[in-house]
């Protein structure tokens, strides 16, 4: 029987040179939701994510995914697993095609990546998978497009695309919406949810609109540490987070608009 829960943190501590950026976080991501890590400012959330995905590594604690402790395990290691992070930095090639981008992703997932030498033919195999990969991030009509010529919000999506090329059974995405009008921000809820369908997300995400929107379930971090957890229902209407986000009895909705 699979676990409840896909991922775990037990007592996750970062220390730096004695500041404490995360303080004995104990998170539970169930299998199937998708969960967001949210906080003002210096919360801590991006520590978090790299003390998960092992860009950075535990002072103390424990990180257990699929039951099993990675604690020790290093992030290509843990990539392969399929605990695969995205929208961390724009991590496409400009100059190759939409196509080509999604083409690279599924030849890592083969053991095969950046063999760029290989014949145009022996890389047409991939093209099927790669197209059913632009579709569902509705990017089937760009294939042939340059990567750098997209708009800001449809680069988003094949970074998505080129993540799920790697199949990954977590997807953790880093800040999906940064940057983002409204248009490209109802897009990419769209493609999260599509993407969320028989795997698990965790998000970090300032906007709460979209949290409201997408997530079964929060985690509030303040100064390091777990201030609320549960439904949106449950952590907006909880004065610690108000204070948190505001300073004040103000609701977490007025400090997001």
Same mark, same amino acid.
């Given at each position: 029987m699979a676990p409840e829960y896909v991922l775990e943190t037990r007592g996750l501590t970062k220390e730096f040179r004695g500041f404490t950026a995360v303080d004995s976080v104990d998170l539970r991501v169930q299998t199937g939701h998708i969960h967001a890590l949210i906080g003002p400012n210096g919360a801590g959330k991006t520590t978090v994510f790299n003390l998960l995905t092992k860009f950075l590594t535990p002072t103390r604690g424990d990180i257990l995914y699929r039951g099993e402790s990675i604690t020790s395990m290093k992030a290509n290691q843990i990539a392969r697993l399929g605990l695969v992070r995205s929208f961390q930095i724009s991590a496409v090639f400009g100059h190759m095609s939409v196509l080509e981008n999604v083409r690279v992703a599924l030849q890592q997932k083969l053991g095969?990546?950046?063999?760029?030498?290989?014949?145009?033919?022996?890389?047409? +195999?991939?093209?099927?998978?790669?197209? +059913?990969? =632009?579709?569902?991030?509705?990017?089937?009509?760009?294939? +042939?497009?340059?990567? &750098?010529?997209? *708009?800001?919000?449809?680069?988003?999506?094949?970074?998505?695309?080129?993540?799920?090329?790697?199949?990954?059974?977590? =997807?953790?995405?880093?800040?999906?919406?940064?940057?983002?009008?409204?248009?490209?921000?109802?897009?990419?809820?769209?493609?999260?949810?599509?993407?969320?369908?028989?795997?698990?997300?965790?998000?970090?995400?300032?906007?709460?609109?979209?949290?409201?929107?997408?997530?079964?379930? &929060?985690?509030?971090?303040?100064?390091?540490?777990?201030?609320?957890?549960?439904?949106?229902?449950?952590?907006?209407?909880?004065? +610690?987070?108000?204070?948190?986000?505001?300073?004040?009895?103000?609701?977490?909705?007025?400090?997001? *608009?």
């Open positions: 095969n990546s950046f063999h760029f030498w290989k014949s145009e033919n022996s890389l047409r +195999q991939l093209d099927e998978r790669a197209l +059913q990969l =632009l579709a569902d991030v509705d990017l089937d009509g760009f294939a +042939q497009t340059l990567a &750098i010529e997209l *708009p800001y919000g449809r680069k988003r999506a094949l970074e998505l695309a080129t993540t799920l090329a790697l199949d990954p059974v977590v =997807l953790l995405l880093d800040e999906p919406t940064q940057g983002m009008g409204g248009e490209d921000v109802d897009m990419v809820v769209a493609l999260v949810r599509r993407a969320a369908q028989n795997r698990t997300v965790l998000m970090v995400e300032h906007n709460l609109s979209v949290v409201s929107r997408l997530c079964d379930r &929060i985690t509030v971090l303040a100064r390091g540490a777990v201030l609320a957890e549960g439904d949106y229902e449950t952590v907006s209407a909880n004065p +610690q987070v108000r204070e948190a986000y505001m300073g004040s009895e103000a609701t977490v909705e007025e400090a997001h *608009p």
